[in-house]
């Protein structure tokens, strides 16, 4: 009970380890991610350094492909510019299993001691800080954790050992590699429990190798189970990320399976190489696993991308999720920058009425068209709010930053309003025939909406009107809201419905009237220059 207690501690702590991070390591890096992922556009070979560095970063090659997709989706990157990303990717989280197989132990106190210090000390008070100690924090669990896996083999009987040992075929450990890495989404972590398993002797080096071989393809398939809902260009690089694993996989296989029909018994030969350094060797069985599966795909580029696309070709929403103006290029000349910022942001604004139905003509309405150009123009939303935040980081003149400070303010209000305006539309398809008060709410809505959509381009005068048609009515909606309470107006279900879409009418309203001043301040800023 003892072994079985210690084992599932260290599991525990091992996987709260890596998840405390690779957690924190997004955090305190992300942003310095998405700037050396970006940088990928220069050659293949840069591409696949970038990729490299981002994945010894993140130490989750998954995150980075995820990432890379989303950067596709956005246009940003180009499938065929993010394949070496990725790739390299895979090679970057090696890191971790070659820290893995060292004796740590007296390390793992040392760090305990010092992220004990800096919560007692207070060390973590700025964000900054209390990312990288987190860092710590999940180096130190991850460590404490194979030290129990390694203690929890000496309490099991030697012939129960012995048993386990014997139990282990490269089919068998090829399915516990896969089965591993596909639940811990992870080919490092299964790695690293091999590493572990190795060091305590419930396996040899030989069946580690078809256990790693497993994890290396399972992980493949679990970044395609993380992609989730993702379609289209930005599922592609998922798909990408499997070639790697399975092209890695095929190529060392191949070589084990070749010579060991020249007599040369790899079996035998892994194990008299590891004897004095087995996870060592398991190591680097695993780096070479990513190191030729990404050289492949690299060095074949082309194809990979063909292949990935005929697995997932181009969705209607990949049209809407890029950026029409923006783009890294533009940033060496701040003034026109801001100028495709506003662009960018103005076309956003002229696109909110497709996010809301049309009540008077509810046949041609379609909710998953308008869910499409949601998901497209949040995308693009979140593209152009990172375009400003690199811009801003660029010392620009008074003018410039405050034009960027104000298009910065209209970006987030405008992605706040697009969700707004999305719940509100899944509050309306909730009904068959929306009852009057919800109908005019929602024509209200439309109404308002279009309002802005021509004002962006408009005279000043009707800015002025939007501004005028937004200012409070909370004593209209709160009386709305006492008749709703009393029972007056719909009962139950239907009169909780309406008061939500009562509140998201309130708060669409309200958005808009903070955007229409966004617009009013813009002119002026232009009628002053």
Not at 15 to 41: D, E, P, W
Not at 68 to 87: H, M
């Amino acid at each position: 009970m003892l072994a079985i207690a210690e084992l599932l501690a260290g599991l525990g702590l091992l996987f709260i380890g890596l998840k405390l991070l690779s957690g924190h390591l997004q955090q305190a890096m992300g942003r310095r991610v998405r700037a050396i992922l970006k940088a990928a556009t220069r050659s293949r070979l840069i591409g696949l350094a970038c990729g490299t560095l981002a994945g010894a970063i993140v130490q989750s090659s998954n995150a980075v492909t995820l990432i890379a997709g989303n950067l596709v989706r956005g246009g940003i990157l180009t499938t065929r510019d993010a394949i070496p990303v990725v790739a390299g990717a895979n090679i970057g989280t090696s890191a971790l299993v070659f820290i893995a197989s060292v004796d740590l132990k007296v390390a793992v106190l040392y760090l305990v001691a010092m992220v004990g210090i800096a919560y007692q000390f207070r060390l973590d008070r700025t964000a900054e800080r209390r990312e990288w100690i987190g860092v710590l924090l999940g180096l130190a669990l991850l460590f404490l954790g194979l030290s129990f896996i390694k203690l929890a083999p000496q309490d099991v009987p030697r012939e129960t050992m012995a048993a386990l040992l014997n139990g282990v075929t490269p089919l068998v450990g090829i399915l516990i590699g896969f089965a591993a890495a596909t639940l811990t989404q992870s080919a490092s972590t299964a790695t690293i429990l091999c590493v572990a398993a190795i060091g305590t002797g419930a396996i040899d080096l030989s069946d580690a190798f078809f256990i790693v071989l497993g994890a290396n393809f399972g992980s493949g398939i679990a970044t395609l189970i993380s992609a989730g809902n993702l379609q289209g260009t930005g599922k592609q690089l998922c798909f990408a990320h499997i070639f790697v694993k399975l092209v890695g996989c095929l190529v060392v296989y191949l070589a084990w399976l070749g010579a060991d029909l020249a007599g040369y018994e790899p079996a035998a030969r892994i194990v008299a190489l590891g004897q004095n350094g087995p996870s060592f060797v398991i190591s680097v069985v695993f780096l070479l696993l990513q190191v030729t599966g990404a050289a492949a795909t690299t060095l074949f580029c082309g194809t990979t991308e063909a292949l990935a696309r005929r697995f997932s070709p181009p969705s209607q929403e990949d049209n809407v999720s890029k950026p029409h103006f923006i783009d890294d290029q533009a940033m060496v000349d701040p003034p026109s920058a801001l100028e495709l910022a506003a662009s960018e942001t103005d076309r956003l604004i002229g696109n909110l009425p497709e996010l809301l139905p049309d009540l008077d003509q509810r046949a041609a309405d379609n909710a998953a068209h308008r869910a499409l150009h949601w998901r497209g123009a949040h995308a693009v939303g979140e593209a152009t709010g990172h375009f400003l935040v690199e811009l801003i980081d660029r010392h620009l003149s008074r003018e410039d930053l405050d034009l960027a400070l104000l298009l910065q303010d209209r970006q987030r209000l405008l992605l706040s309003l697009q969700d707004t305006l999305k719940e509100f539309a899944d509050v309306t398809d909730g009904y068959e025939a929306p009852p009057p008060l919800l109908f005019n709410l929602a024509e209200a809505l439309r109404t308002l909406v279009l309002e802005l959509a021509e004002a962006r381009n408009g005279p000043q005068s009707e800015i002025e009107l939007l501004l005028e048609l937004t200012t409070d009515r909370s004593t209209v909606l709160d009386r709305i809201r006492r008749t709703l309470a009393s029972g007056a107006i719909g009962t139950g279900e239907d009169a909780r419905k309406l008061l939500v879409a009562v509140s998201l009418f309130e708060r669409a309203v309200w958005l808009l009237h903070r955007l229409a001043g966004t617009l009013r301040d813009t002119a002026n800023a232009a009628n002053r220059t």
